[in-house]
């Protein structure tokens, strides 16, 4: 009994598919670090400078506040009067993270920070930009 020899068919587009996978997840990362500068600079904040040894991210509430003291509460302003109120709603309320304008008097970052305080926030992290040496 003869059997056929089979032709070997030579198909390029399995050499793509890496390619395609390597382009799909870095146009996901700018996606993604786009969106988190956009985020910095929709609330109008500039951030102080500081010198970072290590630095790790969570999905922590975050408080914007400008250099006029408005207050940004996880991407929904609200009047300063309510916010005690609003923290106080908030669930997993241990951390939180402040981004305050670097004009921002030491005086308006206090009231909050007293707020913060009365509402028993066992950590509360700065958001700066890095300094350059």
Known sequence: MKLKERKKI?????????LVNIIFLLLIFFM???????QKELFD???GEATIDNYV???????????EGSVVLNDEKI???????RIEKLNNKTELMIAADKDL?????????????????E?????TTKKND
């Not at 950590?123 to 958001?127: G, R, V, W």
Request: a negative charge; aromatic letters at 6%.
């Open 79 to 85: 009047d300063f009067g309510s916010f005690s109120n």
């Open 45 to 47: 904040v500039e951030l």
């Open 10 to 18: 030579i198909n390029g587009e399995d050499n793509m598919l890496p």
């Open 32 to 38: 993604i670090a786009g969106v988190i500068q956009k």
């Open 123 to 127: 950590k509360i992290y700065l958001m």
């Open 105 to 121: 008097t030491a005086d308006r970052l206090n009231k909050v920070l007293l707020i913060l305080s009365n509402q028993k926030i």
């Open 57 to 67: 991210e969570k999905e922590i509430h975050t408080i914007y506040i400008d250099s």
